[in-house]
């Protein structure tokens, strides 16, 4: 998070900035540090850092010095602020810089339900510590509520792999080196004076040989789990006080204790090491305890554009250094920072609570579809009903059209704003050898929404060098993205605040966001969905603002609706082919709480403008408190091919000079047609590139097209480019990364290269070549675009398996093609049925304005991995649905069988894959809405964990039905002219290859790929490195599942019956009462049964291995061990062990009845081992308990009867003994294995075997048994590592969400 990728909203949609890193990777050809070429006194360019001259901040407040944000809240939405950065501690007059500090994820919390009372002044921690409470802590009640925490589970990402390294390097390298060598020299020792070896001598070397192999192993498999903090909450009887064993050794009296953040501004470190500044929130009276952290440094920096304060050095400002800020964590830490409708609703709760002026919100996603969901209910909200001002970034996805994200470009309320760079910034920031002039970067999105709205409503600058966390190590960092203008612009406006509210001028949003949108600077030569209403200015929004505040338009607000949309988009071939009518509304928005009077007054006399002779609108509108209607008509015919942009605007008659009140916005895209006449291609000659230039082409797709390849090719002989390629298709109700290809590029001087991508039929594809802005020098190319078409007669493949043969035709639409047609299945898909479902209120972090309840719903859900693998949990209904979504949020976590946490995951399922072990897991679904009602319908949902398939699986493929029937002559590469068409054939899997544990009502999941030629293999595959969250193959199959074929026992023939033996039904009815009890006889406490079964049945084997299995498994087991060797022996005698050992050297048994003699001398063989086991094991508790140094178990039972040489001759006759039916690694022998080498103290062995035990059954008793194990070979390293997984290992209950 804190060191982003290219564009992270991009990868997994976290924060909305492009890495420096990335930046000077790429383009460290345009940077050099040619001193002789400057004067080395040269002044530094401060300015350029951090810019406030192109927006008219730094003039600003050379003419109001004290209108720099004084009295102006600002809620910074982001991955967390730290209060220890440079510059967060204060305003410039003197006020905190922080009013509160929030994390609205849950990713923070810990549950502290659990209360306890102090004994002698400790309290035993959840982690297994022993925690001292000082004697100083005020604590009228006694009574502390207690809670374990896991340091990685909300440490950043990147301070998290910083102190794996530090940690192991420091904690763990040089006691495990010096072990190891420690454990070789014995060995070599022992080598080296020992020839013949005696049995004793043997299990010695082998008791060193395991402390090698066992260090080696823990050097393998070594896993840091991070420091692991004991939390206590109390309260002093003025308010609440938490505190973290930061020293993780119980020592609580150099612990810092604080408060609620809000009540004192109070945080603390967790160490030297980490530098993490952490403060806390109490919630539920004590039972959660809210541990707020920075899940990033993208938060600081945001906050540090916006609203820094650096008293020492003035120039390192922010944009409005007098502001104060609502820190709000959104960023879930469990998913990445990644945002979630929990977080995000929770803030728009504390944006209201604190009567916040701004939000600053530096994230976003592509969207579905425009302006809907709960989330922007709760926006919209707060911007209409609370006057809060909502600025966000547009996103960082272009340079094609509509790629503004939600809820920055796509939401009315919200101020989008898109980022450029100023050459001041060029020379301080990234240090380029020359200034370029200003320019949008390549990267920002560009509108207009898929609605027609502009998308972007302002630009800023769009990279700052400022302030991150003291975890990162660093005091500042370059970032740029929309994120960085996103704070320059909210700072901006901040200022305007400060300054309106000094003269008693409260503005409304709706005021506001005119005054920015009619007092910005165009740029020249950029286009208007790129920098939206151009550069923003401080002062002339200002001077705006006051101008016009008396005027009865100045508070009003205007809805422009176009059906469902809100513009014109005229974009794919059958909306161009005549002139369209277009019913406009227009409606005037009053603040909440204007006067009912007012609104009957209102009479506006409007002016409608439009400059475009292809647009037709009335000339007046007469405007009152309703939505009036307008027919606007709209001519695309005539027009030439490219893009097209206009706006209606609507001016007061009476103020012309104020500018428009609305604008209706339109957008017209006329594509080149490509066709049989062009041979499908388009080609682009000698064309000419400066640094940052763009060109579009719209291309309208042949029917049948499936695919494009995409040629350039450069004509400079020293300059290397690089080069954005970006092409997009726009489908209603799908986001456009769904059908989105993106390619970042380098080309050679006179290189060439060639992509392809997947293209829709009769659509408009935008494609998009950009010269990246940094790259320098002027260069000139070709580039061609050809259309490739291999249709399949199916958008979908759907196989089930009882159909036996399933097929599938191939057209090749346009040219002659090769085609080899190929299925590979990648997953299998098990689809779940929630085994409980809870709904309840939640708790005062949730309650909306006006004490609107929200609720949840959590569904659990059971699945088994039968083999270790990779899976993918999704909740089909509500995948792909964040800010659209009609629910507030879904969250899913999946646990163990011993409710460890594994993974998070929310809305974006293919982002979210985990690597599971075998065992039985639990997914955790919550779901929350504020209506009840609307969860209770989802207490049956269904749910999907995808399995990847650890071998690919390949269905056959035929020409012909009979070759598919007959499995003969698969298919081969094949050439089809022009519209011709292929059918081909397939056959299902073989029953072996369905994978383990999949069954009737799952699925396989994989994809068809008909081309041949490697390009059209790729665009078939491909689609954007950006679409990680839209991943799908072009052609899915799907492969559903029957039930496996019927096996009959015994070979398939029947057991016959022997009339002569059948059993009499007295003698039938006997033995199954004596089935009956001994089946009963584990659960009775008694021998009654077993001594009145064993006058009738003493030769039957099974009621003698029950007895044993009764006493060993009995409360007071360790009274008893006598009783267990004797009915052990008993067992052993029972049992004929040299005709069962030559039964075992047989190779084949020709005797009919040779299967019932197989069993019957399997389980002759289990329980002969079992009653070894359970024999060996009693004698060596037995040894055990009389060599215990304290004697309180030997007080238990009279010592009289044991005999410890005896006893000892007994348990190594035993273990020679069974040695010779089984393998002592094999799990059945485990325990008693264990045992044994603890008995010989020979702790390596023992630890062998208990790692061993772990693996089979994990349990806390088991994983403490190891660590006792380390602390007696010495190795106290790998004990204090695996003493602190235990609580993570282990926990008491599920993580709460």
């Known amino acids: 998070m804190c060191e982003p990728v290219l564009c992270s909203v991009c990868a997994f949609s976290q924060p909305l900035i492009i890495s420096a890193a990335w930046f000077f990777y790429c383009f460290s050809s345009s940077f050099c540090q040619i001193m002789a070429a400057h004067p080395a006194d040269e002044s530094f360019p401060f300015h350029g850092l951090l810019p406030k001259k192109e927006t008219g901040a730094a003039s600003f407040l050379i003419r109001y010095p004290e209108y720099d944000g004084r009295g102006v809240l600002i809620a910074i939405l982001d991955t967390g602020v730290d209060p220890g950065a440079p510059g967060m501690q204060i305003t410039s007059d003197g006020k905190p810089k922080i009013v509160d500090i929030i994390d609205s994820t849950g990713s923070g919390d810990v549950d502290t339900s659990t209360v306890v009372e102090p004994k002698d002044g400790t309290i035993p921690g959840l982690s297994g510590r022993t925690l001292k409470i000082p004697v100083t802590w005020k604590n009228p009640s006694g009574k502390y509520h207690i809670g374990v925490k896991n340091g990685f589970e909300f440490f950043p990402k990147a301070l998290k792999e910083r102190l794996q390294k530090e940690r192991r390097e420091k904690l763990w390298d040089p006691a495990h080196r010096a072990a190891l060598a420690e454990a070789c020299r014995k060995q070599e020792e022992f080598d080296s004076t020992h020839t013949n070896l005696s049995q004793a001598e043997k299990l010695l070397k082998e008791e060193l040989q395991c402390h090698t192999e066992l260090l080696n192993s823990l050097e393998k498999k070594y896993s840091d789990p991070g420091p692991v903090y004991d939390c206590l909450v109390w309260h002093d009887g003025e308010t609440w006080r938490a505190c973290l064993d930061t020293s993780e050794c119980g020592d609580l009296s150099c612990c810092t204790v604080l408060r609620n953040y809000k009540e004192a501004q109070e945080h603390a470190s967790l160490g030297n090491s980490e530098m993490l500044n952490y403060s806390v929130n109490v919630y539920e009276e004590g039972s959660i305890l809210c541990i707020v952290t920075s899940g990033g440094a993208h938060g600081t920096h945001v906050a540090s554009i916006a609203a820094g304060y650096f008293p020492e050095e003035p120039e390192r400002n922010g944009v409005a250094p007098g502001a104060q800020i609502l820190a709000i964590k959104i960023g879930d830490t469990r998913l990445s920072t990644m945002e979630t409708g929990t977080g995000l609703i929770r803030a728009m709760i504390e944006v209201i609570k604190y009567k916040c002026d701004l939000v600053n919100y530096s994230y976003g996603e592509a969207t579905h579809w425009p302006n809907s969901g709960r989330i922007c209910e709760v926006i919209n909200e707060a911007v209409w009903k609370h006057n809060v001002i909502y600025v966000s970034s547009a996103g960082n996805n272009g340079p094609c059209l509509s790629t503004v994200g939600c809820p920055g470009g796509t939401t009315s309320s919200v101020i989008g704003v898109g980022a450029y760079v100023t050459p001041d910034m060029m020379t301080a920031e990234y240090s380029l050898r020359e200034k370029l002039p200003a320019n949008q970067y390549t990267w920002s999105s560009r509108g207009p929404t898929i609605d027609g709205a502009l998308g972007v409503s302002i630009s800023a600058p769009g990279g700052a060098i400022a302030s991150v966390p003291n975890w990162t190590l660093r005091g500042t960092q370059l970032m740029n993205g929309t994120s960085m203008s996103s704070p320059n612009a909210c700072g901006g406006i901040a ?137 606007m008509r709209v001519d695309p015919q005539g027009l030439r091919e490219g893009l097209h942009y206009t706006e209606v605007c609507g001016y007061d008659v009476s103020t012309p000079n104020v500018g428009p009140l609305f604008r209706v916005p339109i957008t017209v895209i006329i594509p080149t047609k490509v066709n049989e006449s062009t041979a499908y291609e388009v080609h682009f000659n000698n064309v000419y590139f400066k640094p940052g230039q763009i060109r579009r082409h719209f291309l309208q797709v042949p029917q049948g097209a499936r695919w494009a390849e995409l040629t350039i090719t450069s004509h400079s002989h020293d300059v290397s480019s690089k080069f954005v390629l970006h092409a997009i298709h726009l489908v209603k109700q799908k986001a456009y990364r769904a059908n989105e290809f993106y390619k970042f590029s380098s080309l050679l001087e006179k290189g060439s290269l060639t992509e392809a991508f997947p293209v829709l039929e009769g659509r408009t594809v935008e494609f998009c070549i950009a010269r990246w802005w940094a790259s320098l020098g002027d260069v000139t190319i070709d580039y061609s675009i050809s259309f490739h078409g291999v249709t399949c007669s199916t958008s979908q493949l759907h196989i089930h398996a ?9 057209l090749s639409a346009l040219k002659y093609e090769e085609i080899s047609p190929s299925i590979n299945l990648k997953n299998w898909v098990q689809p779940l049925r929630p085994v409980s479902a809870k709904t309840r209120s939640l708790a005062s972090r949730d309650i909306l304005p006006n004490n609107r309840q929200l609720y949840e719903i959590v569904l659990t859900y059971n699945f088994t991995q039968t083999k270790s693998g990779e899976v993918t949990p999704s909740c089909p209904l509500l995948c792909e649905l964040l800010y659209e979504s009609e629910f507030d949020s879904q969250l899913w976590m999946l646990f163990d ?64 039905h009979k070759n598919a029937l007959l499995s003969k002559k698969k298919a081969n590469t094949i050439t089809l002219p022009p519209n011709c068409s292929q059918s081909f054939f397939v056959t299902s899997l073989p029953d072996d290859k369905i994978p383990k544990g999949a069954g009737p009502g799952c699925y396989l999941t994989g994809s068809l790929i008909v ?132 039964y075992l050297t047989m190779k084949t048994d020709p005797r009919p009845d040779a299967a019932t003699i197989k069993s019957d001398m399997e389980k002759q063989k289990s329980s002969l081992i079992d009653a070894l086991c359970r024999k060996g094991c009693a004698l060596a508790d037995k040894l055990l308990r009389l060599h215990s140094q304290d004697g309180a178990a030997s007080e238990e039972v009279s010592s009289t009867e044991d005999d410890p040489e005896g006893c000892l001759k007994d348990l190594t006759d035993t273990f020679w003994e069974i040695q010779k039916w089984v393998d002592l690694t094999d799990s059945k022998v485990l325990t008693f294995a264990y045992k044994h080498a603890l008995v010989n103290k020979m702790y390596g062995r023992a630890l062998k075997y208990a790692t061993k035990i772990v693996e089979e059954k994990p349990s806390k008793e088991n994983c403490t048994n190891c660590i006792q194990l380390m602390k007696s070979l010495g190795w106290t390293h790998s004990a204090a590592f695996a003493d602190n997984w235990l609580p993570v290992m282990y926990p008491t209950d599920y993580t709460p969400f």
């Not at 009882?802 to 191939?810: A, L, R, T």
């Not at 998070?904 to 065992?919: R, T």
């Not at 291995?1105 to 360790?1118: P, Y």
């Open 495 to 631: 200022l305007v605040l400060s300054g309106l509210k000094s003269n008693g001028i409260q503005p409304t949003a709706f005021a506001v966001r005119r005054a920015l949108e009619n007092t910005a600077v165009k740029m020249d030569d950029i286009e208007v969905f790129a920098q939206g209403h151009g550069t923003i200015q401080v002062d002339k929004a200002y001077d705006y603002l006051t101008q016009h505040a008396s005027l009865p338009t100045s508070n009003l607000g205007f809805t422009v609706t176009v059906g469902s949309h809100r513009g014109i988009y005229l974009r794919n071939p059958v909306q161009l082919s005549s002139p369209s009518d277009h019913a406009v509304g227009i409606e005037p928005v009053f603040p909440e709480n204007t006067d009912n009077s007012e609104r009957i007054s209102l009479q506006l006399h409007l002016a409608l403008t439009c400059s475009a002779s292809w647009v037709q609108c009335p000339s007046h509108l007469e405007l009152m408190n309703q939505c009036r209607h307008v027919n």
């Open 802 to 810: 009882s159909e036996g043969i399933s097929s599938f035709e191939v």
């Open 897 to 960: 069988q011993n409710k460890r946490l594994i993974g998070s995951g929310d809305a974006y399922p293919h982002q979210y894959s985990l690597k599971l072990e075998k065992g039985d897991y639990t997914i955790r679904l919550q779901v929350r809405h504020e209506q009840i009602c609307e969860l209770e319908r989802l207490k049956d949902l269904p749910f999907i964990v995808s399995h990847r398939l650890s071998n690919t699986l390949s269905l056959d493929i035929y020409e012909t």
């Open 1011 to 1142: 081309p041949k030629s490697e390009y059209g293999k790729k665009a078939g595959q491909a689609a954007s490195k950006r679409q990680r969250k839209f991943k799908k193959d072009v052609l899915p199959v799907y492969y559903h599942l029957i039930p496996p074929p019927n096996k009959t026992k015994n070979g398939g023939k029947e057991k016959e019956k022997d009339t002569d033996k059948e059993k009499d039904v007295k003698e039938e009815f006997a033995e199954a009462m004596r089935d009956l009890k001994i089946q009963w006889m584990t659960k009775l406490d008694t021998s009654g049964l077993y001594d009145e079964l064993k006058e009738t049945f003493s030769n039957h084997l099974p009621l003698h291995v029950t007895r044993l299995q009764q006493l060993d498994s009995e409360k007071e087991r360790m009274k008893r061990l006598n009783e267990i060797v004797v009915a052990a022996d008993v067992v052993l005698s029972s049992i004929d062990q040299t005709a069962l050992a030559v």
